[in-house]
């Protein structure tokens, strides 16, 4: 098969769809491999480790996704891209085309590209098996994220996070017990502040109660939101349903109600976010303030560590990639259930997701 990996074009995006051993493993089963040129500059990875690795280096956005049978990203394709694709062809990412815009869906449904979402790949046991690695990225950058936008020169209430004797550290609140929530958690609890998680799984928090002593538990009801958001320094909002818009947990009046320059992080941004006042933003700009408080959405956490990031990608993506290359997508789809699971365009139709431009799903 024909593998094409272009070079990220969305600003900040650091990370690469695959990583030069990731390559290696694809050349050495036979595939045609083409990167284009400087595809992993920002990962530190040169055009000679992916020659090295096996694969052809080409110059052209254009003809990168115009060769390739199966396109690897890391974030959403920009419409230009999709038109550039084969019709037909295969594209994997971080695509969360619940948050796209419609035109974007409808040019993919035109040209019947299969579009395969790393974040809906779900093992038998119901873990979101590519999703979970970056969660844990991304709930474990809270940490800093919180620490330093806390700071008085970056708009914070000028709080150490971990305070200092005779003075308490930061209370911050965690909305979402999942993947993000139990690495934010874990993170920021090492850093010293006291931490409160709030989810609507009992099962969730017996988890995070039991892993990590000393992490205040709460079922996420609207009253318990409300009295939470009132105490917070720092509140992170990480709720996701897979195929969906992530649903709004904090409005509006509830951030009104939060003490002046406390610092929201909104790691849902990335699929519509959770909370009422957010807007994503990027990595030149991160933060902005509404309602007189901090907000961080910035969708691409995780590109930040983009060798880190990258090499992920590679050791949890790698079996499925291998397995469309393999057999086809079609033959993928019904040997393997976490493949079809994930699957949201085919063959002109739309699947796994709930509601998408009016449209029910196909699946």
């Known amino acids: ?7 990220e074009s969305r600003p900040f995006e650091y990370r690469v769809g695959l990583s030069p051993a990731g390559v290696e493993i694809l050349s050495g089963a036979g595939h045609q491999v083409f990167v284009e040129h400087e595809a992993g500059m920002g990962a ?7 020659e090295k690795a096996g694969a052809r280096i080409v110059y052209s956005p254009q003809e990168v996704f115009g060769r390739a049978d199966f396109s690897l990203k890391i974030s959403r394709p920009l419409k230009q891209e999709i038109e550039w694709m084969k019709e037909g062809a295969t594209l994997a990412g971080f695509l969360h085309l619940a948050s796209s815009s419609q035109d974007q869906i409808d040019l993919l449904l035109e040209k019947k590209i299969t579009a395969l979402a790393y974040e809906q790949i779900t093992d038998a046991s119901g873990r979101r098996v590519v999703l979970r690695p970056f969660s844990f990225i991304c709930g474990a950058m809270t940490a ?18 971990s305070g200092v004797p005779g003075v308490p550290p930061a209370e911050v609140v965690i909305i979402g017990g999942g993947a993000v929530g139990s690495s934010a958690a874990r993170a920021i609890q090492a850093a010293g502040a006291h931490v409160t998680v709030l989810d609507k799984d009992i099962n969730a928090l017996e988890a ?6 000393g992490v205040v538990t709460m079922l996420a009801t609207k009253r318990n939101i409300e009295r939470a958001a009132a105490f917070a320094d720092v509140l992170i909002g990480a709720v996701l ?14 951030v009104r109600s939060m003490k002046p ?8 941004i990335d699929q519509g976010g959770c ?27 995780s590109s930040l560590v983009a060798r880190t990031a990258s090499h992920v990608l ?16 079609d033959a993928a789809m019904k040997a393997d259930g976490a493949i079809a699971a994930a699957v949201n365009t085919h063959q002109g139709e739309l699947a796994n997701l709930a509601r998408l431009g009016g449209r029910e799903a196909a699946g």
Do not use: W
């Open 1 to 7: 098969m024909y593998i094409g990996i272009p070079k």
């Open 44 to 50: 530190g990875f040169k055009d000679a480790d992916y």
């Open 144 to 161: 800093q994220i919180a620490a330093r936008f806390l700071q008085t020169n970056r708009g914070g209430r000028g709080i150490l996070l």
């Open 208 to 213: 995070i109660y039991e892993k990590t002593p």
């Open 241 to 254: 349903i897979s195929g969906q818009r992530a649903p709004i947990v904090v409005t509006r009046d509830m």
């Open 261 to 268: 320059r406390s610092v929201i992080i909104d790691v849902s």
């Open 275 to 301: 909370i009422e006042t957010s807007r994503p933003t990027m990595h030149d700009n991160p933060t902005f303030i509404e309602e007189n408080m901090v907000h961080y959405c910035v969708p691409n956490i």
């Open 314 to 329: 590679a050791n949890v993506a790698l079996p499925y990639i291998s397995e469309i290359a393999g057999y086809g997508m």
